[in-house]
């Protein structure tokens, strides 16, 4: 089996310098590692627990700022939409175009996003069973893409937890679609700090290594320089200082079990 691509950046698109700045230093480490890897950061959060939470800058001034990194120090971006509008203007700058998990059965958007012609990324909704999302793919192909990977980022388990079924991973691929896990989402507790959604970000690793292990096409894990101070989903993303160790041990575990 294949080595397993990565996505990885912080949630959101903080501010243009800390976006270059993450870029960069993931970039290096990448490089040293040997991996490919896709830039992500979201230009707008627009699904947060809070109506007063920190959005982003937008999908203009967003995807224009991910296009510059791109074509600047030669990466592949990804970022969430939200529209079909969205689809349209982010499709100019971004290489991977992700649709949320609360998104994924609008098939309008997913139509858009099929028909800009960019690879598309799904994320299974919290509330779909894995076989459910063999209506994602068909919906894709009937708009003709046929180049899209289908993310898993945990199941709702009561209230306030998420929890990941590892067999997810090995239903989905054996549909015949290809198969991305989402480690920090998959640890969020929605919702859990009142205003604000919680999460075990120390247990995104031991998750990743699972997925690597069980077989799949990519691994998302988001990763911050300060997690504490990040100005969302901060308990989930993994800090910078430690995605170098992360990644040497997922890409030791695709070696043993995949050899």
Known sequence: MKSPFYILGPCGLESEAFAWDMARAIKEISERLGIEFYFKASYDKANR???DA?????VKEGTRILGEIAKELGLKVTTDIHTPAEAEIAAEHIDLLQIPAFLCRQTDLIEACAKTGRTVNVKKGQFLA????VNIGNKLRSFGCDDFYITERGTSFGYNNLVTDMRSLYWIREE???VIFDATHSVQRPGGLGGSTGGDGVLAPVLARAAVATGVD???METHSNPEKALSDGPNQIPLCE???VLKTLIAVHSAAHG
């Open 49 to 51: 627990t809070s109506g």
């Open 54 to 58: 920190f959005r982003g800058p937008g």
């Open 130 to 133: 894995p076989w459910d999302t």
């Open 176 to 178: 015949g679609m290809r």
């Open 218 to 220: 990519g691994v998302f």
């Open 243 to 245: 995605i170098e160790s």
